[in-house]
């Protein structure tokens, strides 16, 4: 075996390791454990794609504007990650962030309160729903599917008496909201700065990760896997902020979501809490046996689902400065529960991540910024994604028959 790109003969101990890691990476494979790579190479072709069709498409302004429009419908998105890893389901996400909109807006104009009391009380929206779905769910017995599709309607229905007979409310352009939502965007250096301690991050976690795996007597990577891993990371996040600083630069809101993306991330990867929401996605019977209180479990997911719904309708009403009947309405469900599939999040349960909202959101954006750029209407954009995410669901479910296969054999 040769070392590529130079015809050099790898001594023993390389050639070894290095089809060792081309037989885990086939293994991976094979068991259906295919990871971020099929939304990533999606995401590539959608790209060059677009950016074939309209030059227009990756310049650094219109990638600035498409990480904005990530920010809101994203969080919604990291919030339906949750319940379906848990193997359930929220068919209201929509209807909830309207209604905190309208609480925004009624609180924030027409009651004259402070800013953070309007956004406190627009954000305990979500925590109520939340707990009024999970017992529902746990006290009741009634299915996900039912409790979220009749508060659709039902928090529809409020959202529309909140707003009142005007039907819309405008934000003031000076309030600290709508600057933050349109206005604020890291200074220049603040980016390299930010992408440098995120790679340090990751390599810290990386090293910690493989001295446990050490301490356990099981596989870790080498000390050079972890130097790429932690380099290209490095590389990315450092030409995406000098592309983005072409512009305006990086947006407070979207890095606002990305970091929520990352605490998400650690809390169902480095607690108790996300090791039982994975247990439950995987068989809540099981888990149940285990001694994990399932009930607890469903109801916290709803209210973390529910609370980052309510947030995202905040920021949408915040960078749109108005909160009106249209408000969490049209394509937010859509957008929302597509993304997370999309992005990787099983439909079954039990698989996925934090990182699928990130990666969901931006196909899902990329495919409506594209699709506008052309001048194509909204239907064209409708049934695009719907076939995106059908396509993903398949992925998906060959990936459950390959471990199914994996698994008996």
């Known amino acids: 075996m040769t070392r590529p790109g130079t015809g050099e003969l790898l001594d023993p101990d390389e050639e070894r390791g290095a089809r060792r890691l081309v037989a885990v990476a086939i293994a991976r494979v094979r068991g259906g454990d295919l990871g971020a790579a099929p939304v990533i190479i999606g995401l590539v072709i959608i790209w060059t794609v677009f950016q074939s069709l309209n030059p227009v498409f990756l310049s650094s302004t219109n990638l600035v504007n498409l990480t904005m429009q990530c920010a809101s419908i994203g969080m919604i998105t990291l919030g339906v990650v949750v319940v379906l890893l848990i193997g359930q389901i929220d068919l209201s996400v929509g209807s909830v962030s309207g209604l905190s909109s309208a609480l925004l807006a009624v609180a924030l104009v027409q009651w004259d309160w402070p800013w953070p009391l309007a956004l406190l009380i627009a954000a305990l929206s979500g925590v109520v729903v939340g707990l009024v779905y999970g017992v ?14 009749a508060g659709l309607l039902a928090f529809l229905g409020l959202q529309l008496r909140v707003l009142g007979d005007t039907g819309s409310i405008n934000l003031p352009f000076d309030s600290a909201l709508v600057t933050f939502a349109q206005q604020m965007f890291l200074p220049w250096w603040a980016g390299y700065v930010i992408s440098v301690l995120a790679a340090g991050a990751y390599a810290l976690s990386l090293v910690r990760r493989a001295r446990r795996r050490e301490a356990a007597d099981l596989g870790s990577d080498s000390v050079t896997r972890i130097v790429v891993r932690s380099g290209a990371l490095l590389v990315v996040l450092l030409v995406a902020s ?25 809390a169902l990867t480095r607690t108790r809490w996300g090791r039982a929401v994975y247990a439950i996605g995987g068989s809540a019977e099981a888990a149940r046996r ?15 689902c529910s609370t980052l719904a309510a947030i995202g309708g905040i920021l949408a009403a915040s960078r749109l400065a108005a909160a009106n009947q249209s408000s969490g309405g049209g394509d937010t469900n859509l957008n929302a529960i597509a993304a997370a599939v999309i992005g990787g ?14 990666l969901g959101i931006v196909v899902v954006q990329s495919l409506s910024s594209g699709l506008t750029l052309l001048n194509l209407d909204s239907s064209v954009r409708y049934m695009i994604t719907g076939a995106v995410l059908v396509l993903a669901v398949i992925v998906d479910a060959a990936a459950r028959r390959s471990r199914a296969a994996a698994g008996r054999a």
């Open 136 to 149: 529902l769910l746990t006290r009741f017995g009634v299915p996900s599917f039912i409790i979220t599709l």
């Open 242 to 266: 000098w592309y983005l600083n072409l512009s305006r630069g990086t947006g407070v809101m979207f890095l606002l979501f990305v970091v929520a993306v990352v605490l998400m991330n650690v």
């Open 290 to 304: 285990a001694g994990i209180h399932v009930s607890r479990m469903y109801m916290s997911a709803f209210v973390v």
């Open 345 to 358: 999040t099983s439909l079954f349960g039990g698989r996925g991540s934090a990182f699928s909202a990130l």
